[in-house]
């Protein structure tokens, strides 16, 4: 791991180059309650971009990962967690990048790409779809469950889930509460619309939290949707068709 200063926060991050020659870089940002390596590197998305021919940089997002833990949630806005990829391009140098999030990432990707649109040459919401309009992210009751005793003091479905996740990859629970209640920012169906950059949405059939990803696509001006067959928002993540949708995708933009 690599670590560089945004702001005065601490972001772990890898750069991960091509298996043959300099290609074009994209940026990859996790979900909640994940990681850098257990979003991508362990569903071979890093493998499979290097392999494409992509150089790959992906980061742990604030209070996760290796990446500094903060308790304050003002410190998660989703353009303030949009301004640390920005500044790790700054850091690396690079002037323009594909930018892939999912999920709570997606959500990050989309305000960058409101924020400084000439920094991306595309923008790839996986696991967000019209929920980035009409939703504010998870429930808030998953920052409870980051905070009862244990898991056993859990009975609905969906924070037993998260809490289940946040503590197999042993992340800092406080951190991801703050967080929770921090990224809660939804976008204007007219900024949605002003995103004019190249743009994938990919979500799976059985997605019960990203809101249709068909819907969303309606409402942006240069966007395609991607089916991802029999995936719930979890398993979508490192499905075949995703990775092939993606590579298809990248290959067409400008």
């Not at 929770?180 to 949405?201: H, K, N």
Request: aromatic share 6%; with cysteine; net charge negative.
């Amino acid at each position: 791991m690599r670590f560089f200063n945004s702001n005065g926060v601490s972001i772990a991050y890898i750069d991960v180059m091509p298996d043959e020659g300099h290609g074009d870089p994209i940026l990859l940002i996790h979900g909640f309650a994940s990681n850098h390596a257990v979003n991508w590197v362990n569903t071979l998305w890093v493998k499979t971009l290097t392999k494409a021919g992509y150089r790959v940089v992906a980061f742990d997002n604030r209070g996760h990962g290796e990446s500094e833990k903060i308790y304050d949630p003002a410190a998660y806005n989703s353009f303030v967690m949009a301004e640390d990829a920005r500044r790790l391009l700054d850091h690396l140098g690079i002037e323009k990048a594909d930018v892939m999030g999912y999920s709570m990432g997606a959500r990050i990707t989309a305000h960058m790409a409101l924020a400084t649109p000439e920094r991306m040459r595309s923008a790839l919401l996986g696991g967000l779809g019209i929920h980035l309009v009409d939703g504010v992210g998870l429930p808030l009751g998953i920052a409870d469950a980051m905070e009862v005793p244990s898991l056993d003091d859990l009975t609905d479905p969906m924070q037993r889930m998260f809490r289940a996740f946040a503590e197999q990859t042993r992340s800092d629970l406080k951190a991801l509460a703050a967080c929770i209640r921090g990224t809660r920012q939804s976008l204007t169906e007219d900024q949605v619309a002003s995103i004019t950059l190249p743009t994938l949405v990919s979500i799976g059939t059985k997605d019960d939290v990203a809101g249709s990803g068909h819907e969303l696509v309606k409402l942006m001006p240069n966007a395609t949707a991607l089916d991802i067959p029999g995936r719930d928002h979890n398993l979508a993540v490192g499905d075949r068709t995703h990775k092939q949708g993606v590579l298809e995708f990248l290959s067409r933009r400008p």
